[in-house]
Each structure stands twice: as C-alpha cells, then as structure tokens.
C-alpha cells in the first residue's frame, strides 16, 4: 500500500498509533468483549477515559484549578453561540479582531446576542496579510468579552501573541481550533478558549472548551442547556450522551502527546516542519505565499502557484505521489498544506520534495 500522506484542514489525519490502537481495541475494549461506543457513558469503565483524558489535558496545557474544561456537542460553531450566552448580558457588548473566514463567522453569530463591535481587520500591506498591531486599536473595558482566533485555516494566518485588556477585566476568549496543542499555552491570559475537535485533537464531533470558573454561573437564562457551562460543568460534560468515542480517541491524542515529550517538543516539530515549507515555497519564485511573515500558519501553509493554469496538474500529480488534500479552500484558491501535530516530518519533506521537483519540470 502506497504511504499516504493527508495534508486536509480538518476533519484531519490522526496519528498513527492512535488509530492503530483504536483498530486493535475496536470490538474488544478492555476485554468487555463490546467497543467503546457501545458503553454506557455513566458506567465505570467510561467514567475512567473521561476522567484520564481530562487529567492528560489539565498536565500538557497546564490549565490552572481555577479552570474548567468541558468537553462539548457543536463543534467550534457551536461556541460562536454558546460563548455570548453564557458570559455576556443582555444587552451587552463583544469586540472582535477579523484575521479570516472563522473570527468573521464568530462575529456575524455574536451579533444575534449581543451589540458587536470589530476593533481592527486584516488587511493587505504590499501585497501581504498583516493583522493591526495591538498598539493601533484598544479593547474598552465596557466589553463584556473580546473575540479572537488565534489560527485561520482558510487564509493561512496565525497570530502569537495574545491581546490584553486595559485593566484585565475584559474576559479574552480565543477560538483555537486549529492550533491548540500545538505549543505550551498560558492559560491564565484566556477567559475561554473553545476549540472544535477536528484538527489537533481527534475526530470531528467534539467541542473542548476551558473557561474561567468565575465566568461559570452567568449564563442566560435562555441558554440552551446543551449549551449551558454551568449544567455541563456540574455534570461532568454528561448533561447528556456526549461524543464518546470521539472523547476516548481525544484521550488517545493525549496520551500520545505526552510520549512524544509534550507541547514543548511539538512546538519545536512544528517550527521544523512548517520552516521547511516555506522554505521551498520562498526558494524560486515558482510559489508564492500572501501572509506576511510574522503572521505565517503553522498549521495551514498556503501557498499558489505563479501561473495558476497548473494548478489542477499540481493536484493529481500530487494526489498520484500519495500527496492528498492539497486543494485550497474554495474562497481563495491555490493550495493548502495543513500540517497539523499528527503530520510527521516525512510528509513535510515528500511534500518539498515534490514541490521541487514539480518546479523542475514546469517551472
């Protein structure tokens, strides 16, 4: 069988050994003689992967105690709804940083709930996407949270530092789904930080979120339960039957993580990996990238090519290499390299490799 390696933006590959392990546990589970889907969520044995995965997570993001981590339904969309609802009044004020197609959707969701407000936009500076400077736009302390994401997939945008408030009062919620658990992260800058499941953490299906406990318990009282913080809180994310073999995959990343050495060790494989992209996306001028360096994915490199009639040759040429789901999102074009923690090294490579090679013969 020829190595495939999946380069799509999500739902996204898995790591090997956890798929192999979930192969090798799939009709057997701990010798229950049944699968994990077939558990009761509310029984003993589940109750455990609930409780290991969340403890996994609590050690590699270093979420303080004074935080809670739910594990949800509605993916990242879903948190566009349930973050208004749950920690701003009625009436209230969201301000928003626009980097891309997700913090832009959060935005148009927030304003059926609250009186929005966009701060600063990407914009094009000499051809390339840059994000406003934190030092031209401030957050009001009469905002009741700020609004950001810290990755864009569509574009290829990601930003490394974090906003800050005047006087920290202003909850920062950020929607990490496409780069959480790709470095070590300072909870305690965040109010909320939500994430859809599909890139860094397992299967689709799933929503983890982190909140602040101090911003449990303030929800609307029209919240909808399934999204309400607090009832999910008190139920340990079993306010209803959750996901759960979507969460006991989760915890296989987890652990998974933790053999690899951590988030320290992933960030460095990620600055490897996404630096060799780059690389030979720079190299010529037969590929071209529209971020602006200090703004550059390192989870989503996107990339066109210079003469754009060679896109559909790049793709199935590609495709036949074992090089699949390079196709860029449909509102920009071009070509999309998602890179995520379960994307090993030696794909990066066959994938320059290949690039290199492409130039060669067409450039």
Not at 197 to 222: C, F, H, M, T
Not at 292 to 299: P, Q, T, V
Request: with cysteine; hydrophobic share 40%; glycine share 8%.
């Amino acid at each position: 069988m020829q190595n495939i390696f999946n380069f799509s933006a999500g739902p996204a590959m898995l790591p090997k050994e956890v798929m192999q392990q979930a192969q090798d546990e799939m009709l057997n589970w701990r010798g229950l003689g049944t699968s994990v889907m077939e558990v009761s969520h509310r029984g003993k044995p589940f109750i455990e992967v609930a409780e290991k995965a969340e403890a996994d997570l609590r050690e590699l993001l270093s979420i303080p105690c004074n935080y809670t981590v739910l594990f949800m339904q509605g993916g990242g969309r879903g948190q566009f709804s349930a973050v208004p609802m749950n920690i701003s009044k009625q009436g209230g004020v969201s301000q928003h940083l626009l980097t891309g197609q997700w913090s832009v959707s959060a935005e148009a969701e927030a304003r059926k709930y609250t009186k929005t407000e966009i701060l600063a936009e990407s914009a094009l500076v000499d051809g390339k996407i840059v994000v406003p400077d934190q030092t031209l736009w401030s957050i009001s302390d009469q905002a009741d949270y700020f609004h950001y994401c810290t990755n864009e997939t569509v574009d290829g945008v990601e930003i490394d530092w974090v906003p800050k408030s005047d006087n920290d009062a202003v909850p920062i919620v950020a929607d990490m789904s496409s780069n959480i658990l790709s470095k070590p992260l300072n909870i305690e800058e965040y109010g909320v930080i939500y994430a859809g499941a599909q890139k860094n953490i397992g299967p689709s299906g799933l929503a983890l979120v982190i909140v602040r406990n101090d911003l449990i318990g303030i929800e609307r009282e029209q919240t909808p339960s399934i999204f309400n913080y607090q009832l999910q809180a008190k139920s340990g994310s079993m306010y209803n039957t959750p996901p759960t073999f979507s969460w006991y995959l989760a915890g296989l990343v987890f652990e998974w993580l933790k053999t690899k050495g951590g988030l320290a060790k992933m960030a460095q494989r990620n600055q490897e990996k996404s630096e060799l992209l780059y690389q030979q996306i720079d190299s010529t001028g037969f590929y071209k990238n529209n971020v602006h360096e200090s703004f550059r994915s390192k989870m989503n490199v996107t990339f066109q090519l210079q003469d754009s009639s060679l896109d559909a040759m790049f793709l199935e040429q590609a495709e036949s290499h074992g090089l699949v789901a390079l196709k860029g999102h449909r509102a920009v074009g071009g070509m999309r390299a998602s890179i995520y923690n379960a994307m090993p090294l030696e794909g990066v490579q066959a994938l320059a490799g290949f690039m290199k090679e492409f130039e060669r013969k067409h450039g």
